[in-house]
């Protein structure tokens, strides 16, 4: 356990009032069309989601179906079923009424009788389904489509009950290459439209931090007009600043000065789990030390990375192409950044850049157009070593 991970019970979760209002006005909205969420790596998107549905939501309103699919290794159709379904043991009775029911005949049925009434609003991770039934789903391989039609009949008899299904898919690019009878993936947004743009039965949010997915939906023709971008980004200066107020109150029950906050800033920018860092080990470590330390460590793993490219040759596949990037191109690159924190993505090779966003490098905004360091940590990195 990490001492992030325990101090994050100590506070509260700070601001996002822009991104919380906006979310919380397309929730009042019938479902019309598919949200992304998208921003840099630990910009603070799960977070956001998890503070509106836990703490901001009128649980009377809605029933929310919460999938995170980070660190999950899925590869096949069992595991996908297995993180979308939450499993449950029913009655003997409710077991009775749904066996004698054929599955799919009386699919409407079955979903009124043993799911609905274990729904009383709130938030679910995985969709709940009586353990017989997920068996007789499994045995039914590869069948992607039956999976579809069951999920839109359970989300219609949601909205029956005056209440209105949100389905939240967090990680979704941990999918984005899975194959069952073809990608996985085109089926899912497939579905996803139907849901919101043709029955208006469900909200859909998708989130991720992979920027290269992100371009890829942006540019796919199946989804254009059905689905809007949400930003969530690292703080601007003057909420980073604030943060750090917040922080240091919650965490320390002092002040920092000026200086210390705009020095703070200056070496890891809006970034909230950097800010989190700092503070914490305020407790036991001097200012200077810390921010010392923190930008040595970035410069270290850059380096590291650079030297591995005297070594290996790093590819990248583009359509059904691999395309080898040279060394020289990646460091002239990165020394485009030395003047700039944000340039625009065509100023970079797009092999170039593919590998730098799938190395973590840069972050690339697919909507703007535009790439960057993943943070002001990585940019102070590439200013003091290129
Ligand atoms: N608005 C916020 N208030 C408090 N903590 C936050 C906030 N945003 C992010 N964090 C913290 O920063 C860390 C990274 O956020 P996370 O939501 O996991 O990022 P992402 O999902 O964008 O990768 C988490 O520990 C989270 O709790
Ligand atoms: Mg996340």
Same mark, same amino acid.
């Given at each position: @356990? =990490?001492? /992030?991970?325990?101090?994050?019970? +100590? +506070? ?8 919380? $209002? ?18 840099? @790596?630990?910009?603070?998107? !799960? ?25 999950? +290794? *899925? ?10 379904? =939450?499993?449950?043991?029913? =009655?003997?009775?409710?077991? *009775?009424? !749904? &066996?004698?029911? =054929? ?12 799911? *609905? ?24 391989? /590869? ?8 999920? #839109?009949?359970?989300?219609? #008899? ?12 967090? #990680? ?23 849901? !919101?743009? #043709? ?26 007009? $059905? ?6 980004? /690292?703080?601007?200066?003057? &909420?980073?600043?604030?943060? *750090? ?12 000065? /000026? ?45 590291? +990375? ?20 040279? $060394? ?41 157009? &535009? ?16």
């Amino acid at each position: @356990m =990490s001492i /992030d991970g325990d101090f994050m019970k +100590f +506070f509260n979760f700070f601001n996002r009032e822009k991104e919380i $209002r906006e979310i919380l006005s397309i929730l009042e909205e019938n479902p019309d069309i598919i949200y992304f969420i998208y921003g840099p @790596m630990n910009s603070g998107k !799960t977070a956001l989601i998890n503070e509106i549905i836990n703490n901001r939501l009128d649980k009377n309103k809605y029933v929310v179906f919460y999938i995170n699919l980070r660190g999950k +290794f *899925i590869d096949d159709y069992n595991k996908f079923l297995k993180v979308l379904f =939450s499993v449950y043991e029913e =009655s003997l009775i409710d077991k *009775i009424k !749904t &066996t004698l029911l =054929s599955l799919v005949k009386d699919l409407p049925n079955v979903i009124r009788y043993s799911l *609905i009434s274990k729904l009383s609003g709130g938030v679910v991770s995985g969709i709940p389904i009586p353990k017989h039934l997920l068996s007789q789903l499994l045995l039914k391989k /590869d069948n992607i489509e039956d999976i579809f039609d069951f999920l #839109e009949k359970y989300f219609i #008899e949601i909205n029956k009950k005056d209440k209105k299904p949100i389905l939240i898919i967090d #990680e979704l690019q941990v999918i984005g290459d899975l194959k069952i009878n073809g990608f996985l993936i085109y089926k899912l947004f497939n579905f996803f439209v139907r849901l !919101t743009k #043709e029955l208006h039965a469900c909200h859909v949010f998708c989130l991720s931090s992979d920027s290269l997915f992100i371009e890829r939906v942006y540019n796919e023709a199946m989804l254009e007009d $059905r689905v809007d971008y949400i930003l969530v980004d /690292d703080f601007d200066k003057e &909420t980073a600043l604030k943060f *750090i107020d917040f922080l240091a109150e919650e965490i320390l029950n002092k002040k920092l000065s /000026d200086e210390d906050k705009e020095l703070i800033y200056s070496y890891v920018g809006g970034k909230p789990i950097l800010i989190i860092k700092v503070i914490n080990k305020l407790r036991y470590e001097g200012l200077g030390e810390i921010l010392n330390f923190i930008l040595k460590d970035a410069m270290q793993k850059l380096d590291m +990375f650079l030297d591995m490219l005297n070594y290996s040759k790093p590819k990248v596949d583009i359509g059904s192409k691999v395309i080898e990037v040279k $060394r020289e191109d990646i460091i002239e690159a990165l020394k485009l950044f030395k003047e700039n924190y944000e340039i625009d993505k065509k100023k970079i090779p797009m092999p170039v850049y593919i590998y730098l966003v799938k190395k973590n490098i840069l972050f690339l905004n697919p909507i703007e157009g &535009t790439l960057r360091p993943q943070s002001f940590l990585i940019w102070n990195a590439i200013k003091k070593l290129l």
